[in-house]
């Protein structure tokens, strides 16, 4: 891709989609961040493993943009500690109220993969790794991909864990990759070396990224909030008419921000460092 073709990428605002997970582990505020998260997200993830309380379908009516259900191993970055069959069967609902996605762990018995994908409905199944000690080689997260589209997944999510700078390129360059497999992809790194490619994976042809309702409610480390995410994406275009909810939301946020003070578009992404 030329920088003619990149720079008019940037200005597509349909490969720019933002999801934002909701976190919170009381059901009332459940409901009050997917509301929020209608206004300012594109697709919104709930981490079911979070909530004490379970009521699938009551959150999922109040939606108002596609909803990814996931129940997260504690291995995998989430919560969830109980049964096995349980925890699927949290999935299994999920494509019953017509969830638009379930998000489950690429790692799980491949009968129980299989089970999932042939009675999915409508709902698209994404099938995810996450690494939290680091990024393997190129060779070895290209066979995940790989093996993401053996098993038949609508969308592939590979998330590895920077330690440095490098393994930026490592996991965007799995994005091309899955395309010329014509598999749809979601590839960041995680940690605070993996900002970068949070920015830059939606812009390369990743589906979406994941940026957070606020600094307390992140899902992953190095994860920006909405508000930081869209400001660069706004910074990089040199747009000058934000939304009316992003222009406000920067105001609120601009004490806490990593990008609180002026800056410059000649430092690149240096703002992230």
């Not at 200005?11 to 934002?20: E, H, L, N, Q, W």
């Not at 096995?84 to 638009?100: F, Q, S, T, W």
Request: charged share 35%.
């Amino acid at each position: 891709m030329g920088f003619g073709s990149m720079r008019q990428s940037w200005k597509d605002k349909k490969m720019k989609k933002v999801c934002i997970p909701i976190v919170e582990t009381d059901p009332r505020k459940a409901l009050r961040a997917v509301e929020k998260a209608n206004r300012l997200a594109d697709l919104i993830e709930l981490r079911v493993g979070y909530l004490r309380e379970q009521n699938l379908e009551l959150l999922l009516n109040k939606r108002k943009k596609p909803f990814i259900v996931t129940n997260r191993r504690k291995e995998e970055g989430g919560r969830y500690t109980g049964d096995e069959k349980k925890r699927l069967e949290i999935l299994k609902e999920a494509i019953d109220l017509g969830a638009e996605y379930i998000d489950v762990e690429i790692g799980i018995e491949k009968p129980l993969i299989q089970e999932l994908i042939s009675n999915k409905k409508r709902t698209q199944i994404i099938l995810s790794s996450h690494n939290f000690k680091g990024t393997p080689s190129l060779n070895k997260l290209k066979s995940l991909v790989d093996r993401v589209t053996q098993r038949g997944a609508h969308i592939g999510k590979i998330v590895t864990f920077a330690r440095m700078w490098e393994d930026n390129l490592k996991i965007l360059s799995l994005i091309p990759y899955a395309k010329e497999k014509k598999q749809r992809i979601v590839a960041f790194c995680m940690g605070e070396k993996g900002k970068v490619s949070r920015v830059f994976a939606p812009l390369m042809g990743a589906e979406w990224t994941y940026a957070s309702l606020d600094k307390k409610r992140t899902s992953a480390p190095g994860q920006l909030t909405v508000f930081e995410l869209r400001e660069i994406w706004e910074r990089l275009t040199h747009s000058t008419a934000p939304s009316p909810a992003f222009e406000d939301g920067i105001k609120k946020r601009r004490s806490g921000s990593t990008l609180s003070k002026p800056w410059p578009l000649g430092r690149g992404v240096e703002g992230l460092r």
